[in-house]
């Protein structure tokens, strides 16, 4: 079955690659190979491949952006892994400040280019790894700097019966690191915000680069950014319990290492790839913090970050199949 999907995918899909290891596709550099994976550059190729899939319904399907805030089994994946980066450029920005790009676009290059036209807003997607799909599954963003939801207009999805939908943000369920696409069948294939001037901002395309540079310096001083991760391990529980990575550094966890996994020394909400880390050491390292954080504090954490791995694939049971 897979050699006849392959096949068939070859035909619609201008890149295709069997055996593709996914641990080069995600940001913490961890995953075995798809069975197939595909890399179509546009809504036609996408609309033609889902339905090659749609007559195979036995035949697993997973999306895949920019792989930040996500790790893969290293067992591999059987079935066909979607990803969005070989999308095509689409960035369209029209007078009003209504601005719709495409969901494969890194999250950087949208927010900075945004700036350099003069708009704002959205400015705190540079500081975000990932794609604008990925970003608006999760409700991506920070603190400080504001959420996908507070500039969202709408998105535009398809499934793998070719079903084509526009969401508008009253319809998305957007929570913190949650929307109603998480777990859903939908690919995003594009999105708009509606962005400010910077002028009404009291900003500047300098300003904003440099307030970019300087929170940049900021996480690269917090945070492993010179590491491969994916990001925060755990969710904060919110009040009135301190954040996930306080409950973690209280324990004294920084440095414990598991095969090639680690809790990094530099933020305890992290963990790292040293070198050669298996999804199994990420799952065991998990497990030790979250038993570590519950006999504690008596707080049950819950992942922020995603694991794709196959239906019935062992993984702890505070992990959503």
Not at 15 to 28: F, N
Not at 105 to 128: H, K, N, Q, S
Not at 278 to 285: G, K, N, P, V, Y
Request: aromatic letters at 6%; charged letters at 25%.
């Amino acid at each position: 079955m897979a050699d006849a999907i392959l096949d068939l995918l070859n035909g619609v899909v201008a890149d295709v690659r069997p055996g593709e290891p996914l641990s080069a596709h995600t940001t913490v550099r961890v995953g075995g190979p798809a069975r197939v994976m595909a890399f179509p550059s546009c809504e036609d190729e996408l609309a033609a491949l889902f339905r090659v899939l749609n007559e195979h319904p036995d035949v697993r399907l997973a999306y895949i952006g920019g792989g930040a805030n996500l790790f893969a089994d290293s067992r591999g994946v059987d079935g066909v892994v979607v990803s969005t980066r070989g999308w095509r450029r689409e960035f369209a920005l029209d007078a009003d400040g209504l601005l719709a790009v495409g969901g494969g676009m890194p999250l950087r290059d949208v927010a900075l280019e945004a700036a350099g036209l003069g708009w704002g807003g959205i400015d705190f997607m540079a500081e975000v790894p990932g794609t604008v799909g990925g970003a608006v599954v999760i409700n991506a963003g920070t603190n400080v700097g504001g959420y996908v939801a507070d500039r969202f207009e709408w998105v535009e999805t398809i499934d793998r019966t070719g079903m084509k939908r526009r969401h508008a943000g009253a319809e998305m369920e957007f929570g913190y690191r949650t929307s109603r696409l998480l777990h859903g069948p939908e690919l995003i294939v594009r999105a708009a915000f509606r962005l400010a001037r910077l002028g009404e901002l009291g900003l500047t395309p300098e300003t904003v680069r440099a307030r970019f540079d300087a929170t940049m310096r900021e996480r690269e001083s917090k945070f492993p950014l010179d590491q491969p991760n994916f990001g925060s391990t755990f969710r904060s529980p919110g009040a009135p319990h301190p954040p996930a990575g306080k409950l973690i550094d209280d324990l004294g966890m920084k440095g414990l290492r598991i095969g090639g996994a680690e809790i990094s020394r530099r933020h305890a909400n992290f963990i790292v790839n040293l070198g050669g880390a298996s999804s199994d050491d990420i799952l065991a390292l998990m497990t030790r913090m979250h038993e570590a954080v519950l006999e504690r504090s008596g707080v049950a954490l819950e992942p922020e970050v995603h694991y794709l791995a196959d239906p019935g694939s062992p993984r702890p049971a505070f992990f959503p199949a």
